[in-house]
């Protein structure tokens, strides 16, 4: 069973940068693809961010996109989001996911494993 643990969520102002972790272990993760999804109270879990196993691959949701980047330490087992230009509709809960198919997913359903997750609220 793969757990993930993410890390680095917290309070940035508007126009800020931050950077997000998510650590995997208790499997074999070697041909893992991993990705973020965020969600808001009363809003549905949206995807984020996603990258192939070695990720040579990503893929990103249109609000994020040219702004946010999603990259893979393989040997360390664990995927990074860099956030750039925040703005306070960033602010959300944002979840670290893993699945084992080819490729980039970006529905919910497609991943298998995730974490409990890490608050990211940006301020004006």
């Known amino acids: 069973q793969v757990q993930l643990v993410e890390s680095g969520g917290g309070l940035v102002q508007a126009g800020d940068s931050l950077t997000i972790s998510c650590k995997a272990s208790g499997g074999i993760y070697a041909n893992i693809a991993m990705g973020w999804f965020r969600q808001t109270p009363g809003k549905e879990r949206e995807f984020v961010a996603g990258a192939n196993w070695d990720g040579s691959q990503t893929s990103y949701g249109d609000s994020v996109e040219r702004r946010f980047t999603i990259s893979k330490d393989i040997a360390d087992n664990t995927v990074y989001l860099r956030m750039n230009n925040l703005k306070q509709e960033d602010t959300a809960v944002y979840y670290c996911?893993?699945?084992?198919?080819?490729?980039?997913?970006?529905?919910?359903?497609?991943?298998?494993?995730w974490g409990q997750g890490t608050q990211v609220t940006v301020s004006t």
């Open positions: 996911a893993a699945h084992r198919r080819l490729g980039v997913l970006v529905r919910l359903i497609d991943y298998d494993y």
